[in-house]
């Protein structure tokens, strides 16, 4: 009847997109042992992608002769647009590097294409790296890539690329995008946009002043460079299908999120998050016990659509 793959597989990514461009129907399973499991009821161009990836990638498939019961999420094709700077940005290429390899398919945007609108005629995802989006909570000053060169020096063929996102212009169409039923994917620094969109979340990384009011913790309290810290997952959260219950990540000074009491009633989860005062596995952390309790990971509904902070 068909054939079932692990989530718990990076590669079973490129398994499904390879799918999905066949043709072919692709689930992900909500219920039983590993949720997220992944169900590619047999038809004609399953079995050719299948034996192609078991041969080439060691990932395994397997067929049953009934289709599982429960509930399924259909998968489709998605339309993903990486936002990206004139000059060009090391962590959107190296997003864009990612994507590539798992075989997504997108197109490279900049900041005029975003600020003109309709992007729910473009793409069902937008996705912005570190650094790339310098706008809401903490934004300051502007990256290298982001300073303005005098457009009459570029290139005409390039002069498309110019600009930066911004508070007044690029933020508006992005709402209507994800209102309108379209998902924005905020990595590290670009997830300060989280207060523009009205998220109940807040710096998770603050102590009270003398005033009563937060104020981020200074440096000779809490610095951490580029170490690995231990996170929980909640892998029953479709963003978590297929990762453990707990798991290592890089954090180099990241944003960190505190969710106000409010969250679940206004739609908002959070998918990983620091349960320990000493997440620290490799590196050196100063004041890492400041991390425990805040939020790693979140997905919040916003209309129709979604954010994903990934801090």
Request: proline content about 7%; glycine content about 12%.
């Amino acid at each position: 009847a068909g054939y079932l793959v692990s989530h718990r597989i990076n590669n079973s990514f490129l398994v499904v997109n390879r799918l999905l461009k066949a043709g072919a129907e692709v689930y992900w399973l909500k219920d039983g042992s590993e949720p997220g499991r992944i169900w590619a009821p047999a038809g004609a161009a399953v079995r050719p992608v299948l034996e192609r990836a078991a041969k080439e990638l060691g990932v395994g498939a397997e067929g049953r002769s009934g289709a599982p019961a429960g509930a399924a999420w259909r998968l489709k094709p998605v339309r993903i647009g990486l936002a990206d700077l004139y000059g060009g940005s090391a962590t959107s290429g190296w997003t864009r590097w990612l994507l590539e390899q798992y075989e997504f398919p997108f197109e490279v945007v900049y900041p005029q294409l975003v600020d003109a609108g309709g992007l729910n005629g473009m793409f069902d995802v937008l996705v912005f790296s570190d650094g790339v989006a310098r706008v809401g909570a903490g934004a300051s000053g502007e990256a290298p890539a982001q300073r303005r060169p005098d457009p009459a020096a570029i290139p005409e063929e390039y002069r498309a690329r110019l600009g930066r996102y911004s508070e007044d212009k690029t933020m508006p169409r992005l709402r209507e995008f994800v209102e309108g039923g379209g998902s924005v994917v905020a990595i590290g620094s670009s997830t300060g946009m989280a207060s523009l969109f009205g998220l109940p979340v807040r710096n998770h990384l603050v102590e009270k002043g003398a005033d009563g009011r937060d104020r981020p913790l200074p440096r000779e309290k809490y610095y951490i460079p580029a170490s690995l810290l231990r996170v929980q997952v909640d892998n029953s959260h479709p963003l978590a299908y297929g990762m453990p219950p707990a798991v290592e990540v890089v954090f180099n000074n990241s944003p960190v999120f505190r969710m106000e009491p409010d969250a679940a009633r206004r739609r908002t989860d959070t998918v990983a998050w620091f349960s320990s005062a000493e997440p620290l596995t490799s590196g050196w952390a100063w004041g890492q016990q400041y991390l425990d309790g805040g939020a790693a990971v979140v997905e919040a509904s916003v209309g129709r659509g979604k954010v994903v902070l990934l801090g």
